[in-house]
């Protein structure tokens, strides 16, 4: 899961009350602390290593589910959080011209949607934040809720993948339970923790090869650590792995889990097995840490895929694009926890939204029209058909900071 919002919008805040709720950490723990924003810091012996995460990691449990919750603080470090996660919370600050401004005019609350839907997030839970401060009015939670519903249906979310609570982070209400004279008057649904245990279970591909996503790497001890996801396949202790795109052969030597095992003696999580849709370390041995890095992908020697520097795709372009995009355009390509320079090789045809072909090879493409592409970039990766495997062939197009199009790949050339 991935927390998004707008810069001041309350996730810090949230995640503290969500940790606290759930038992992660005591009250005292959290009040300790103004911001309770360290609770998505590393813990000491992370911090001890010297080493530089890329994501903070906290898992929290509900009952039908084990959560990792990648933060997600905005602009550049968002993408890798995002590429990452199944499902996200995105937390809107109700004050009046608190929403308006994360919503409209240069916030980036549209943009955390649009991105996050593109890199594959399919559940969302809209937390609509610091009601407190509107004295807990019904009118200003509905007009939010309006305006946010509808956009999100414009990026293609489901309608019942979408869920909607109030709340405040601040003082804790409706995280876990409702006793607010105020909100208990007119809110009989679910609280966050709820709409967090109500999310469908995400769609593990366990039968097809492993393919794991490096989204970390540090050097512990004696060995070197990977940590990542396993996006389908799974992956035990001894196996021989291949890294791509570099080529080395590495072995698993340990595998540990950040979701914490349950009391359960059969929970897989005790094992040395992960599968799909598990976030854990691998210590891997008999390469050198230089040779590895974030956006790497595991997989094995007899079932590895191709690296490819070219591709067909079709892309959606955003909305309110400043300049349209045109031939020869260099671009910034991100797919899961990498981001490489890219060119736009050929504008192939511009489409209807039934894919048929509307006009070939426009001169240009503006906001909003659906194209079929061809792009390079500079290096090989791994890359794959959209219909083969998603989260490899889902992408996001950004210029200079701003996101121009989200796009899946058709064919590998
Ligand atoms: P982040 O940047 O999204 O992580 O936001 P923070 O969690 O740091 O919160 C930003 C500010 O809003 C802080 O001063 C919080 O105390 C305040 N805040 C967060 N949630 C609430 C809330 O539910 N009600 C009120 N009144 N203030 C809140």
Redesign the pocket.
């Not at 919002?5 to 949230?14: E, I, N, P, R, Y």
């Not at 709340?167 to 003082?171: N, Q």
């Given at each position: 899961m991935v927390i998004l919002?707008?810069?001041?919008?309350?996730?810090?805040?949230?995640m503290g009350q969500v940790l606290v709720s759930t038992g992660q950490v005591t009250k005292r723990e959290a009040a300790k602390q103004t911001?309770?924003?360290w609770l998505l810091d590393e813990n000491e012996s992370e911090r001890a290593r010297g080493v530089t995460m890329e994501i903070g990691t906290k898992t929290i449990r509900v009952p039908k589910h084990d959560i990792v919750v990648l933060d997600a603080p905005g602009h550049h470090d968002f993408i890798p959080g995002a590429a990452n996660a199944d499902v996200a919370i995105l937390?809107v600050?109700a004050v009046t011209g608190e929403f308006e401004a994360g919503f409209s005019g240069g916030g980036q609350t549209k943009e955390h949607i649009q991105l996050a839907r593109g890199l594959g997030v399919t559940q969302i839970i809209v937390a609509i934040?610091?009601?407190?401060?509107e004295g807990w009015k019904k009118g200003r939670y509905e007009e939010i809720q309006g305006d946010i519903k509808q956009f999100l249906l414009k990026q293609e979310f489901k309608e019942k993948r979408i869920q909607f609570v109030p709340?405040?982070?601040?003082?804790g209400e409706n995280i876990k339970v409702c006793n607010s004279s105020e909100l208990s008057k007119w809110h009989k649904g679910p609280t966050l923790l709820d709409a967090v245990n109500n999310f469908f279970p995400a769609n593990r591909q366990i039968e097809k090869p492993l393919r794991f996503i490096v989204t970390d790497v540090f050097s512990e001890g004696k060995g070197i650590v990977t940590r990542g996801r396993v996006i389908q396949g799974f992956v035990e202790v001894g196996d021989q792995l291949v890294v791509l795109p570099v080529g080395d052969i590495v072995r698993v030597s340990k595998l540990e889990h950040l979701q914490a095992p349950s009391d359960d003696i059969d929970d897989p999580r005790r094992l040395d097995t992960a599968i799909a849709g598990d976030t854990v370390q691998l210590v891997i041995n008999d390469i050198d840490i230089m040779r590895l890095s974030i956006g790497n992908i595991l997989c094995f020697p007899n079932a590895r895929p191709p690296l490819t520097k070219k591709a067909t795709a079709r892309i959606i372009v955003m909305d309110k694009l400043a300049v349209p995009i045109i031939r020869g355009a260099q671009v910034i390509f991100h797919m899961h926890s990498l981001d490489v320079p890219t060119v736009l090789t050929k504008l192939v045809s511009i489409l209807n939204r039934d894919g048929s072909i509307k006009k070939e090879r426009p001169r240009a493409l503006t906001s909003s029209v659906s194209a079929s592409i061809e792009f390079t970039i500079s290096d090989r990766i791994v890359m794959e058909a959209f219909s083969d495997c998603r989260a490899l062939g889902r992408f996001v197009l950004r210029r200079g900071g701003e996101t121009i199009a989200i796009g899946v790949i058709d064919k590998t050339l």
């Open positions: 919002g707008h810069v001041d919008a309350g996730k810090s805040t949230l911001k309770l924003s937390v600050a934040n610091k009601l407190d401060v709340i405040s982070g601040l003082t």
